[in-house]
Nanobody
């Protein structure tokens, strides 16, 4: 079992930056591949970014490439999402997700562990 807790969301103006954090407990963190998803009002959960267990591989949704960066610190049991040049369409609840089997998977149904989500609101 892995417990995930997100933090770092908030309200920011368009063009601004936020850094989301997700801390994990309950299992060796380096055995868990991690990802970020987001869900806007009235929409399904969408893939944002993913990172492999060791951090050497990453994947991004086309909509965030060049603006968002996913990273992890296995010594701190944490994964991060640095979000720059934010746009109003980035407004959503952001979730971190983890799984011990898959890696760099964009399908939310393949991830076993989920955080509670953190709200990101970008004003125009």
């Amino acid at each position: 079992q892995v417990l995930l807790v997100e933090s770092g969301g908030g309200l920011v103006q368009a063009g601004g930056s936020l850094r989301l954090s997700c801390t994990a407990s309950g299992r060796t963190f380096s055995s868990v591949a991690m990802a970020w998803f987001r869900q806007a009002p009235g929409k399904g959960r969408a893939f944002v970014a993913a990172i492999t267990r060791g951090g050497g591989g990453t994947a991004y949704a086309d909509s965030v490439k060049g603006r968002f960066t996913i990273s992890r610190d296995n010594a701190k049991n944490a994964v991060y999402l640095q979000m720059n040049s934010l746009k109003p369409e980035d407004t959503a609840v952001y979730y971190c997700a983890g799984d011990t089997v898959v890696a760099l998977t964009t399908n939310p149904g393949r991830y076993e562990y989920w955080g509670q989500g953190t709200q990101v609101t970008v004003s125009s």
